[in-house]
């Protein structure tokens, strides 16, 4: 499976943003799609997943702010954001798993300005 993902870009402290993560394949059989985010100098860290399709997990420091989609029918996996903080800036990768393989997309960058 290959991922694209998009939607990065600058934007101000408050501000909005929405990312797109698109499959190859169908995502409909994946275990697992998720966002993580490598901020310079720090390890990658999840930021959001969905497992089985249903169970939703965010980090604590982006919940009530971000929201993990996807839409089966465009194999794409979404990350909406708001209230974006500076902190938030990092490069973001999509993810997915199926059983002990592992796939990533090539990242895009999130900045946010003060």
């Known amino acids: 499976v290959q991922l694209q993902a998009s939607g990065g870009g600058v934007v101000q402290t408050g501000g909005s943003l929405r990312l797109s993560c698109t499959a190859s394949a169908s995502i409909h059989a994946l275990d697992v799609m998720a966002w993580y985010r490598q901020a310079p100098g720090k390890p990658r860290e999840l930021v959001a997943e969905i497992i089985s399709g249903a169970i939703v997990n965010y980090v604590d420091s982006v919940k009530g702010r971000f929201t993990i989609s996807r839409d089966i029918a465009k194999n794409t996996l979404y990350l909406e954001m708001n209230s974006l903080k500076p902190e938030d800036t990092a490069v973001y990768y999509c993810?997915?798993?199926?059983?002990?393989?592992?796939?990533w997309g090539q990242g895009t960058q999130v900045t946010v300005s003060s």
């Open positions: 993810n997915a798993q199926r059983g002990t393989l592992k796939y």
